[in-house]
């Protein structure tokens, strides 16, 4: 078993394939869970799709195999499958293989289901096609029909396939289903899956798919089960679950070509550089645009992390937020206060910034969000500016790099709970006065579209919760500095100068 969560391989070049001279893309997940089975069916399906036309990649090849495992006993593997894959890269492409396969081999009663009918028509036509194109498959067709939002496939052999949109009757006509698929399951909810489990009853060995672009929490409301799905692979504790996760980890750089070959397994073939470069472009414009870009295009989801189906509501309000964000703020540089904080996996470090105005509110950035190792440098640097405070939260993982702060002359100002929760008080309430403003950055929305709060003891204060598992340390840095900025500052030295080109005070 390989278990979810494995140490990163960072890969900068991928090994050519004879049959896809173009193809440069990380062909392993980020994330795997399966387990060892007999692929000889694997082998097969492949061997049939081959003939009928259709080729698979490598990584795509790996899925198909998992997905058609076999246990000693014959029953499958791995029946419940889970594959999150950026879009446009060729996941339908292992659906197709394996609604072939357990149609015209297997004789399988097999649902076809995704969030709209253009997704599942288009299924339904590539899969027609490749019948239509070998004639030794045709003539196993009794019938077939495409219309009314709904697709079927009928064989001599008893086997079945219907392609539609999930719906309350989506599983009429069956009285079992051998195989479930449910595409474009970041929209997927518990009555949609309650409509056709039944089915799934009166077969002898069912298998269920969940295959899927990442859950962007913001635009897809219903993507409670899937999120509920990559928790269970990510738990790495289940057996007979297939797990594999395409995507780019936070700390790797979303404007290198690198980080797009790792999330993009097919890379070279159906994602360009031209085209994700592109789409950058388009989507880079707002905020809410680059989230979209690294949910769809490097597989970095924006996961619910209360899975019981209660719509998320944002500590800050968004709009509230993007309203205060000041390009060019007027700022008193002589008078700041940053902090450092750290998540719980210690994948990066976020150093934030306080300064300041002219009038009187404050202005906030993030000055730094890397690896903790260069934290140090940079705080160091920023301390030699004479900053009111340099703050870390006492219950912070970044605790971690006191020791070399201190060793380098940075005297470190350790905040407990209820120190950051009146900062956070002050925020809500400078927000809401106009007294708070920030650049914009986009680790910060990112932060506030899933942070949470839990409480900080009585009256309603309250701090930021870190069990969720999310990077949220830019909004927590903000908190910190603004705790900061209630410090008592040394008088700097007349010659110090904070302006450069790129930050405010560093």
Same mark, same amino acid.
């Given at each position: 078993m ?13 090994? @050519? ?6 193809l440069?893309?990380r ?38 195999l998992?997905? /058609?495992a ?13 594959? *999150?894959?950026?879009?446009?890269n #060729? ?8 609604? /072939?396969? #357990? ?10 289901t995704a969030q709209?009918?253009t @997704?599942?028509e288009?299924i ?6 490749? *019948? ?14 495409c ?5 079927? *496939? ?17 599983g009429r ?7 479930i698929?449910y595409d ?9 899956m ?14 269920t798919?969940?295959?899927s ?13 899937l ?9 790495? %504790?289940?057996? =007979? ?9 936070? %700390?790797?750089?979303? =404007? ?11 890379y #070279?073939?159906?994602q ?20 979209s870009? !690294?949910? %769809?295009?490097?597989g970095?989801?924006?996961w619910?992390t !209360? ?11 968004l709009?509230?937020?993007? =309203? ?6 007027e700022l008193d540089?002589? =008078? ?6 750290m ?7 976020? &150093? ?11 202005h906030?950035?993030?000055v ?12 160091t640097k ?22 070399? /702060?201190? !060793? ?7 905040v ?8 956070n008080?002050?925020?809500v ?26 409480s900080a003891?009585?009256g ?5 919760d ?5 990077? &949220?340390?830019?909004?927590?840095c ?8 209630w410090?008592?500052?040394?008088q ?9 080109? !790129?930050?405010?005070?560093?």
């Open positions: 390989t278990a979810a969560g494995a140490t990163i391989e960072r890969t900068t070049s991928s090994p @050519t394939y004879e049959d896809w001279p173009t440069t893309g062909q392993k997940p980020h994330h795997l869970l399966e387990q060892a089975g007999d692929h000889a069916l694997g082998e097969k399906a492949l061997t049939l799709a081959a003939r009928a036309g259709s080729r698979s990649m490598p990584w795509q090849r790996d899925a198909q998992a997905i /058609l076999k246990r000693p006993d014959g029953m499958w593997t791995h029946p419940l499958c889970v594959i *999150i894959c950026p879009r446009q #060729g996941k339908s492409e292992i659906l197709i293989v394996r609604v /072939l396969f #357990g149609l015209f081999k297997l004789g399988e009663n097999i649902i076809y709209r009918w @997704t599942a288009d339904y036509l590539r899969i027609w096609a490749l *019948i239509e194109g070998q004639p030794s498959l045709l003539r196993n067709v009794v019938k077939h029909t219309s009314q939002g709904r697709g079927t *496939i009928h064989l001599k052999n008893g086997g079945k396939v219907v392609f539609t949109t999930r719906s309350a009757d989506a006509g069956f009285t079992k289903l051998d195989l698929i474009e399951a970041y929209s997927l909810t518990d009555g949609e309650s409509a056709l489990a039944p089915l799934k009853m009166a077969a002898d060995d069912p298998q798919i969940f295959a672009s990442a859950v962007n929490e913001a635009q897809h409301p219903d993507g409670f089960v999120s509920g799905m990559r928790e269970l692979g990510l738990s790495g %504790e289940p057996d =007979d679950v297939y797990f594999s996760e395409f995507m780019a980890p936070e %700390e790797m750089d979303r =404007d290198s070509e690198d980080t797009w070959r790792y999330a993009s397994p097919s #070279g073939v159906i360009t550089a031209a085209k994700i470069r592109n789409t950058q472009r388009e989507l880079g414009v707002t905020a809410g645009g680059k989230i870009f !690294d949910v %769809e295009i490097l970095r989801g924006r619910p !209360d899975l019981s189906g209660e719509r998320f509501e944002p500590v800050i309000d709009d509230a937020w993007r =309203d205060h964000v000041v390009a060019e703020p540089f002589d =008078d700041f206060a940053v902090s450092f904080d998540p719980e996996d210690r994948s990066v470090l976020t &150093i934030g910034a306080a300064t300041r105005r002219v009038d009187g509110g404050i906030y950035e993030v730094f969000h890397g690896k903790a190792r260069d934290a140090v440098e940079t705080l920023v301390n030699e500016k004479n900053p009111r405070a340099v703050c870390v939260s006492r219950s912070s993982p970044a605790m971690s790099i006191v020791p070399d /702060l201190e !060793d380098a002359g940075v005297e470190i100002v350790l407990n709970e209820q120190q950051q929760a009146q900062a008080g002050a925020l309430d400078e927000l809401a006065a106009d007294l708070t403003s920030h650049t914009g950055d986009e680790l910060f929305e990112s932060a506030l579209q899933v942070a949470e709060k839990r003891g009585a309603g204060a309250w701090t930021w870190r069990k969720t598992g999310s990077v &949220i340390s830019p909004m927590v903000v908190s910190l500095a603004r705790f900061g900025m410090a008592e500052v040394e700097a030295p007349a010659e110090s100068k904070y302006e450069t080109e !790129d930050l405010f005070i560093v």
